[in-house]
């Protein structure tokens, strides 16, 4: 699902990480990413929760849990930017994700006439445990190494590249690809 995001001159774009993690990542708090941060306050991860492709839109999140999903988000954005840039995973990021994952996940549910699925409430932590987990199956399955940092000047965020080529070379098209384009279009005109 693509999250919109808007740039140091306040132009928003779409831009689709590709995994729920990256997703997660883009949430801020990093090196890269600090000026976006939207997690503040314990019900703002229940806010994102809901609009995430999670889609879960009933949970209760303390402190606590907000603290653990943040330790969470930088160990990801860690391990990502490293994968992305051809460097060795940090033990240390690996135990906090792992550590994540052993909490208990969403469950499941059928609403009234049972021909629904969705996710029962949930609590902040088992949100964590989804994001983790989702990690582990990223990291460790078939585009473990399609993680991305966008090739775009002064553009670091990270996506997996799903693509059946696999050239994904931008966090979005409208931005980075077109102020490439654009560049070296005035390259060459010069
Ligand atoms: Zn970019």
């Given at each position: 699902m693509p999250v919109t995001l808007r740039g140091s001159d306040g132009v928003s774009y779409r831009f689709d990480?590709?995994?729920?993690c990256l997703e997660f990542v883009t949430t801020g708090g990093s090196v890269v990413y600090p000026r976006y941060e939207l997690l503040h306050e314990p019900a703002d991860l229940s806010r994102w929760t809901a609009e995430s492709r999670l889609g879960l839109d009933r949970v209760e999140t303390t402190p606590e849990q907000l603290g653990r999903a943040k330790a969470l988000r930088a160990a990801l954005w860690r391990m990502a930017a490293d994968r992305a840039n051809g460097r060795a995973t940090a033990p240390?990021?690996?135990?906090?994700?792992?550590e994540a994952a052993r909490l208990p996940p969403p469950v499941p549910e059928m609403d009234e006439d049972g021909r629904t699925a969705r996710l029962a409430p949930a609590t902040g932590d088992?949100?964590?445990?989804?994001?983790?987990?989702?990690?582990?199956?990223?990291?460790?399955?078939?585009?473990?190494?399609?993680?991305?940092e966008c090739a775009g000047y002064g553009c670091?965020?990270?996506?997996?590249?799903?693509?059946?080529?696999?050239?994904?070379?931008w966090c979005s098209m409208e931005r980075c690809g077109n102020r490439d384009k654009v560049r070296r279009h005035r390259a060459q005109s010069r």
């Open positions: 990480p590709g995994a729920l240390a990021d690996v135990a906090a994700v792992n088992q949100v964590v445990s989804a994001i983790a987990r989702d990690a582990i199956d990223l990291f460790t399955g078939p585009y473990a190494d399609r993680m991305r670091h965020l990270l996506f997996v590249d799903t693509s059946r080529p696999g050239r994904r070379r």
